[in-house]
Structures are given as C-alpha cells and as structure tokens.
C-alpha cells in the first residue's frame, strides 16, 4: 500500500469548536497508533518512503495547523509522553496574539497562539515548525505580489527565530490554485493543503492532501482499513456540496 497519512489537527481544547478536539479524544488517537503499530514519523521521512515507493502503509504524519498555545500546554506533552514527533504550521505575523486575523469565522473561539519563547523551545524539544502565511488569508484572492510576501516572509520570520530551515507550507483554508502552488513548489518541499484522502505518491508535492482528524474523532479506528477512502470520499462530497450553498 503505497501511501501515507498526514493527519491534520488544529486547537486541543474542550471547546467542541470545528477546528477542536479535547485532549482526552487525542490521547485516545495517540494511544491508538501505538496499539495498533503505526509508525509516526516526520514528514520528510514519510515523503522519502513515499518517493521510493516502500511505504508500508502504516506511516502517519501529525500536523498541527495555526499555532495555538494549547499545543505547548496540552499536545506537546502528550506526544512527548508517547515519543512522537510533529510538525506545526504558524501564522508568522500573529505569533504571541491570538487567532482573530481578518476573515476569521466568528464561530471559531479566539484562542492565543504560541509566542515565540514557546516557539525556541519546541524548536529544541524537537518539534518542526512549518510556515502557514504571514495573516492567513485567502491566497487564491491576492494578487501574486501579495502571494509572495505571505509565503516567503512568513517562512523568513519563522527561520529567523528558530534558526531551523523551514521546508513546508500549509495553504490557509486549504485554498490554492497554480501561481501559488508555482511558488511553493519552487520555495519549499512541499505544500499541504486539505483534501481529504490519504497521501499517494502521485499527488502534487505542492499541494499534498491531509485527513483532518476532527473528521475521525468518533472514528479514527479507520485508520488503516479499507474504509477509510470511500468515509473520506464522503466527507469531501459533503464538504464541496456545503460550500456551494454557503456561496
């Protein structure tokens, strides 16, 4: 089986918000990869497996998009619990505030994020940052001079105070088209956007699909059966199907 899994989590929190999961639901995700012999690995390692074509099928990436606080407080310590690795996608510009950037959907609670003291220090714990724009907007509706400037200053800000390169971007809302997929394939290793399906070694670099564990949060015993894809394909029709009416 030649594909992996990047799982996408947001807030750790008891909120019950659309971009959160508690900590005991996580735990119980953590628990459940090591019961059942996943292998959680960083993404650069699950990409090179993934392009050598001797993926097991059982390789999970964790990711955590928008920085919040609640990472250092709550997921950190879980996962260092279990010895698993992470990557974090931080909104460079809003490092050290909170989560109310323009655009922000105001049924998603106002949450801090992590501030940079935070930030160094998950850094030497061995947490991976990655870069999520400098204010999250939209990049699909931003002229590309506009483009540029969110995703390369963000990823400048981000080396600047961890001193580690950065060599991953997450779209915000998970929107991109082809001038900002140009610029992360060219700028990064990979891009990572949405979609909800496992990881195929086909699929774009610049713009790798994700399985948003908010989806799995009363099912995440999916994970690794034949019904994953079909519950995901779903969830993507539903997903596309709501957007339109929203619009």
Do not use: D, S
């Given at each position: 089986m030649n594909n992996i899994i990047i799982l996408m989590y947001h807030s750790i929190d008891a909120s019950n918000s659309v971009i959160s999961l508690s900590a005991e639901?996580?735990?119980t995700h953590l628990q459940y990869l090591k019961e059942h012999n996943f292998q959680v690995v960083p993404l650069a390692t699950a990409l090179d497996l993934l392009?050598?074509?001797?993926?097991?099928?059982?390789?999970?990436v964790l990711t955590f998009d928008d920085g919040f606080e609640n990472f250092y407080t709550t997921a950190?310590?879980?996962l260092a619990s279990f010895q698993m690795p992470a990557l974090v996608f931080l909104v460079a510009d809003y490092c050290g505030q909170d989560n109310y950037w323009p655009g922000q959907?105001?049924?998603?609670?106002?949450m801090p994020l992590l501030n940079w003291s935070m930030i160094k220090e998950l850094t030497k714990l061995g947490i991976e940052f990655g870069a999520h724009s400098c204010s999250h907007p939209d990049l699909t509706k931003l002229t590309?001079?506009?483009v540029k400037e969110e995703i390369l200053n963000s990823r400048k800000t981000i080396q600047e105070h961890?001193?580690?390169q950065v060599d991953y971007f997450a779209y915000p809302y998970g929107a991109s088209n082809s001038a900002t997929q140009e610029i992360v394939a060219k700028e990064f290793q990979a891009g990572l956007g949405t979609f909800l399906a496992p990881t195929q070694r086909s699929d774009n670099r610049a713009n790798l699909s994700r399985v948003d564990a908010y989806y799995l949060k009363d099912c995440f015993s999916?994970?690794?059966?034949p019904m994953l894809s079909p519950y995901l394909k779903a969830r993507n029709l539903a997903r596309r199907i709501r957007q339109?009416?929203?619009k």
């Open positions: 639901i996580f735990a392009h050598k074509g001797t993926c097991q099928g059982t390789e999970v950190y310590p879980l959907n105001q049924a998603i609670p106002r590309r001079q506009a961890t001193g580690k999916l994970l690794g059966t339109q009416f929203i």
